[in-house]
């Protein structure tokens, strides 16, 4: 398949500095300049949040458990730029995609985009990063090593092998799928410093026998051929299981712990610097920042002064069959790190040396023999192997211990007293190259008996030689017919043999075959996840299933319809293009329209998003028509329709193109039922859009405001006319109908006038009467409301008619008498005879545009009082005003706004109040509502105006006068053109190409585009087609050309026309080859480049000769002149009739062409017609001055355009 030895991958530094912890502190490793990707992988950077990617980091580990995460500021790990990341994932049926690739990021971030890609059944396969059943997806993610030198692999997910082992995610390290958005993200790796020995170890290092009791390190090397998945720290995923993983024996282990002496040094002259007490305080004081910088200022002193004044003693020692080891110390004098004041019971000249050997002494504490380790300053380490991944507590050649560094949280190892268990080092291959070859999925298919072979390197090279591998070749999800190679073991430089597949030779169908390579754990049993695969496919001969014309090995779109036109991959546009409708957002009960498709091409792994009318190999196709099977489409596809429910309103649309040929899809409007007034009531069945905040919850099934009513006193005297009550009704929507009663006393009735709600009544009383129960029903659009009153009839002097009687004494009104006498007429009195005090609603929601006057807005006011009313707000936007208008029963607020508003903002109106009787006791109510003013947009582009036209600020229009419906910017400018896809352009010289359309996007509707080509071949033209959708390459070749051409737009720059602007190119291809009359040098006609009809661009040019009048005779050859590229033209030579390539010009492109000599000379007449030139030598002299001339011309040209 495609090449992937990742081992051979270019990758190149470029001056890099040496990466020490002095670097690392400060922050992120210089980038590694990383060459080409593997041959055949596909670049596909793409953003940390794309749907149907992988994501992730690559870092130096620089300290904290697995599950921290490494771009923590406390410095758990350091970025790594530039390093070379894989990626490539499996279907459940075995279909293989392409390897994807990208670099890291300055962070270390990196994300891949997993492109869809064809399978072998013509279905598209696309990443749904979901290893549950149905989908049974499993990918690989691996990096390469951006330096052997410097450093080696400490972990990756999953082994950098395939994963996961289950059908459920691996977390492990933090690793997580996220099914809605398809990605696959928080995988990492984990990079460390290469062992140095030279600064870490002694020169001369001791074994000293079997452990002991204490003042030793045990552990075990082995193969981590299982990781339980899942894991968040280090000693999970790095559990030995003792019937998967592998013991290594023979491994050389060596140890050392640095001298008391150093530690105190460490402890005083580094405290100094740091400013604080290494290695106290916990991770809040000490960060793994902390424990970098100290540990690079040890290595310096180490490398100044030596490890012999640093390193108190070093040891080593052999894994056994178990893979066991046992690093055994001599010992430290001393019950634990001490001076010559601090040596207990040990005897001073003693203290701090080097016990003689591992038995002399007592390792416990507090005797005379008491001798000990530095626990806390040690480091373990195995040899290096290039291609073996280690993971170990002791990485980055670093001095630690099980409590000191902070580094060990995580790991298996338990510590006694001048000892420490389990300091493991669990291997793994970094990375596998595994290869299907010759043949691959994509351009190079194998046919029946044809034979695909693997090649496999990467594999360890020391300490392998109890591991087995097995490759097994599997076709649609089962093992082949003798698909499963022998066991084997890699040879000495890490390679296995090839597994060979031969294709049957009675092969019906396109097949795609996969090569997949296991290992056996170690009982015997073969891992159910393979470490890698590849695949390749094969097509049957010569079949043509389909009967398109196209045979199967190259027909691209299988089952295509009877009577239906192909292209040359024998696809109708159906096939070929499949329509895409992003989903819309929309709201219940409002037209909205869609986007128009675009369409995708599913021959292809990319996903293009092409215009409708530029499909095709020619790029002359077109989706002629859409059918929704709802609402209407535009001509481009764009869909309109009126959502009926909330949520998701599939509308199918049947889309057919110019071949005839037709496809289904679905434009999906997701409706939001929106309450804009929050009152309960969803917008689409709102019948009052503006309901007061206060009525949430107390609106009618239409959303309007349900009316409140006052009760009602009717009071009179006897023998007088009774006054008229008034029923108090607060009507926010104005929704109230009617008031009606049933049979009241003394005739009293109901009747809606004006907006109120009158009882009165025509009678004179002639005695007293006191009655309650009196009801009256207020009918509004969607329901009633009852307003409960009573009669009072006093048969007492009552001198202002309120109904209520004058008091008795004047100065002191008892119960039931008038407190406020000369209550206006039909005013409303309490039982005191006193105006009832206003009634005041909820301000309503004002809404409006910066210099358009709004639409009038009462605040409701029910003054049954009669009092004098005034309405103030000191809080309105400027350039509205309020004041009392008593015939729309409230305060008015009206106005034209100069100012914006931000959305919903609190303004207050007060009412003020005066009673028109005697006692005049005034006051105010308050009462608030919510504005929204929204800036000038005089362009309905939805940028609001600026409020200084000569300086507009961030969000304001930097661009007035934008034609309507055009897409704008945040600035309010029209967004650029864009280029779509180039086809290429083919053809010959001499005749007219076929017209290339290049789609134009110009959503922005910016004017007086011009289309221009970098690359084209002479006599080729560009120009924009007539409705500006498309640049349009024309014209007859006159050189032949191949090579790539640029296409871009160039616009005036909407915040200044007088700049012209040029959009970002679009590259293709032009492949214009010599033709057999006409064009550039080619011997033919006497038309200057083979145009036809005899004449130039300037006008008529005659042809003398009648070709039977033409004999061959060789012609003479013109010089080369400096500067001019050249072509070689065909001449006589011994060469077999051809001629070979003419040395170049110095400083010239020379572009030598092989082609069948044609050597002639037309036979020329006594006198050419119309010249009055008789020679052929003359004009074989003016053509060489013409040819001399241009060449001038054109070097001046190119001496101008260098200036």
């Known amino acids: 398949m495609r090449k992937t030895d990742l081992t051979k991958a270019a990758l190149a530094y470029v ?10 502190v400060a922050g992120t490793a210089g980038a590694f300049a990383t060459g080409p990707a593997t041959a055949g992988a596909i670049e596909t950077t793409t953003s940390v949040n794309a749907h149907h990617s992988i994501s992730g980091s690559v870092f130096q580990q620089q300290g904290g458990d697995l599950w921290q995460a490494p771009n923590s500021e406390k410095g758990y790990g350091v970025p790594l730029p530039g390093v070379r990341v894989y990626a490539q994932w499996t279907e459940k049926d075995g279909s293989t995609s392409p390897i994807y690739t990208t670099t890291s990021r300055a962070d270390g971030s990196f994300a891949i985009a997993m492109k869809q890609f064809v399978k072998d059944n013509g279905e598209v396969a696309k990443f749904d990063a979901d290893p549950n059943l149905p989908e049974g997806e499993k990918w690989r993610v691996w990096t390469v090593n951006p330096d052997t030198s410097k450093y080696q692999l400490l972990w990756s997910w999953n082994h950098s092998q395939v994963g996961p082992k289950g059908i459920v995610m691996d977390t492990a390290g933090g690793a997580a799928n996220l099914i809605g958005s398809n990605r696959v993200t928080g995988l990492r790796f984990a990079y460390s410093e290469k062992v140095d020995a030279t600064l870490m170890h ?15 390190v045990a552990g075990r090397v082995y193969w981590n051929l299982f990781e339980l998945p899942g894991g968040l720290n280090w000693g999970t995923v790095t559990n030995f299981d003792s019937n998967k993983d592998k013991p290594v024996a023979g491994v050389t282990v060596t140890g050392s712990y640095l001298k008391d002496s150093a530690i105190r040094r460490i402890m005083t002259g580094y405290k100094t610097i740091a400013g604080k007490t290494p290695r106290a305080g916990g991770i809040a004081i000490w960060t793994p920042k902390d424990e970098a910088s100290m540990q690079a200022w040890i290595k310096d002193q180490i490398a100044k002064e030596g490890v ?5 003693e070093t040891v080593t020692t052999k894994t056994d069959a178990n893979g066991e080891y046992a690093l055994q110390f001599k010992g430290t004098w001393g019950s634990h790190v001490a001076d010559e004041e601090k040596c207990g019971l040990v005897d001073k000249k003693l203290c701090g040396t080097l016990a003689a050997d591992a038995k002399t002494g007592s390792w416990l504490k507090g005797n005379a023999n008491s001798k000990h380790i530095n626990d806390d300053w040690m480091f373990i380490s195995i040899e290096n192997h290039p291609g073996i991944a280690q993971t170990s507590p002791f990485y980055n050649n670093a001095f630690k211990g099980y409590i000191g560094s902070l580094t060990t949280a995580g790991w298996p190892v338990t510590n006694m007293v001048n000892y420490l268990n389990h300091v493991n080092f669990a291997l793994y291959p970094e990375y596998v190259d595994f290869d299907v070859n010759p043949y691959n999925t994509a351009d190079n298919l194998a046919k029946r008996g044809d034979t695909a072979g693997t090649t496999t390197t990467g594999l360890p090279k020391a300490w392998n030689n109890s591991t087995t591998y097995q490759i097994e070749w599997s076709a649609e999800g089962k093992v082949v017919p003798g698909g499963s190679c022998e066991k084997q073991r890699p040879n000495a430089m890490g390679d296995l043999k090839s597994c060979p597949l031969t294709v049957p030779a009675n092969l019906e169908r396109k097949t795609t075959y996969t090569a997949k390579l296991y290992a056996f754990a170690a009982d015997g049993t073969r891992i159910e996840t393979p470490l890698a695969m590849d695949a390749f496919t094969a097509v049957p001969d010569t079949g043509d299933t389909d009967g398109d014309g196209v045979p199967d090995d190259k027909d691209k779109c299988e089952k295509t319809p009877d009577g239906t036109t192909v292209d040359e991959d024998g696809c109708t546009l159906a096939q070929r293009y499949k329509p895409n409708y992003r989903d819309t957002e929309a709201k219940v009960g409002q037209k909205a329209t869609s986007e128009p498709p675009t369409f995708d091409d599913a021959t292809t792994s990319e996903v293009e998003h092409l215009l409708y009318n530029g499909l095709g190999k020619d790029r002359k196709g077109s989706a002629a028509l859409f059918k929704p099977g709802d609402g209407t489409a535009a001509q ?21 193109y110019s071949d005839g040929t037709s496809v289904d899809t679905t434009a999906n409007f997701i409706a939001t039922n929106g309450d804009e007034d929050g009152d309960g009531v969803p917008d689409s069945k709102d019948k009052c859009s503006n309901t007061p905040k206060d009525y949430q919850g107390q609106v009618t099934a239409d959303g309007c405001a349900i009316p409140t009513v006052s009760d009602f006193t009717v009071r009179g005297t006897v023998g007088k006319p009774i006054n008229p009550a008034q029923i108090v009704i607060i009507d926010p929507d104005h929704i109230v109908t009617n008031c009606t009663s049933g049979e009241l006393p003394l005739g009293l009735t109901a009747k809606w006038e004006k907006g109120t709600c009158m009882v009165s009544t025509a009678t004179h009383p002639d005695k007293a009467l006191n009655q309650d129960g009196l009801t009256v029903e207020v009918t509004y659009q969607g329901g009633t409301a009852i307003s409960h009153g009573s009669v009072a009839i006093a048969d007492k002097p009552d001198g202002d008619g309120d109904g209520v009687p004058d008091p008795q004494d004047p100065n002191h009104p008892g119960a039931g008498e008038d407190h406020c006498p000369g209550t206006p007429d039909d005013a409303k009195v309490d039982d005191d005879g006193c105006s009832v005090v206003p009634t005041v609603g909820p301000a309503p929601t004002i809404t409006g545009t910066v210099g358009d006057p709004i639409t009038p807005a009462v605040v409701p006011v029910a003054n049954p009082g009669k009092a004098k009313i005034t309405c103030e707000s000191k809080d309105l936007p400027a350039g509205l005003s309020i004041a009392y208008d008593e015939a729309k029963h409230g305060c008015v607020i009206s106005g034209t706004p100069t100012v914006k508003v931000p959305a919903d903002t609190t303004y207050t109106v007060t009412v003020n ?9 005034a ?8 504005v929204t003013i929204k800036g000038k947009d005089s362009d309905g582009d939805g940028v609001d105006d600026p409020e200084d036209p000569n300086h507009p600020g961030a969000g304001e229009d930097h661009c007035p006068g934008t034609p309507e419906g055009a897409k704008v910017d945040a600035n309010g400018c029209p967004v650029a053109p864009t280029v779509g896809t180039v086809p290429d352009v083919n053809g010959e010289t001499g005749k007219p190409v076929t017209p290339v359309e290049i789609p134009v996007d110009n959503s922005g509707k910016i004017t007086k585009l011009e289309c221009h080509a970098e690359g084209l071949a002479a006599g080729l033209t560009i120009k924009l087609n007539q409705d500006g959708t498309a640049c349009v390459i024309s014209g007859s070749p006159t050189q032949p050309k191949t090579g790539e051409i640029k296409v871009s737009v160039t616009y005036p720059d909407p915040q200044n026309p007088e700049k012209t602007k040029t959009s970002e190119p679009s590259t293709g291809k032009v492949n214009i080859t010599k033709g057999d009359n006409g064009g550039g040098n080619t011997p033919g006609r006497n038309t200057p480049g083979g145009i036809p009809g005899g004449t130039t661009p300037d006008g008529p040019f005659p042809v003398p000769v009648a070709p039977e009048n033409i004999t061959p005779n060789p012609s003479p050859e013109l010089p080369p002149v400096a500067g001019v590229q050249e072509h070689a033209q065909p001449a006589p ?19 030598p062409s092989l082609v069948p000599a044609a050597p002639y000379q037309p036979k020329m007449p006594i006198a050419l017609a119309h010249t009055g030139v008789n020679s052929v030598p003359f004009s074989l002299a003016v053509a060489a001055l013409l040819l001399g001339l241009g060449a001038c011309f054109s070097l001046r040209s190119r001496k101008l355009d260098q200036d």
């Open 15 to 24: 001056g890099a500095a040496s990466l020490v912890f002095s670097t690392l």
């Open 636 to 656: 481009n596809g764009a869909i309109t329709i009126t959502p009926a429910k909330e949520g998701g309103n599939p509308v199918s649309v049947t889309v057919t």
């Open 913 to 921: 109040y005066t009673p028109q009787d005697e006692n005049n006791s």
């Open 202 to 216: 002694l020169s001369e290092a001791s074994d000293n026998g079997p452990k002991q009791n204490a003042g030793f």
């Open 1133 to 1151: 030579n011994a060469n077999g009739g051809k001629q070979a390539p003419q040395p170049p010009v110095a400083g010239v492109t020379a572009t």
């Open 308 to 312: 012999d004044n640093w390193i108190a």
């Open 923 to 930: 006051g105010k109510i308050d009462t608030t509502g919510n």
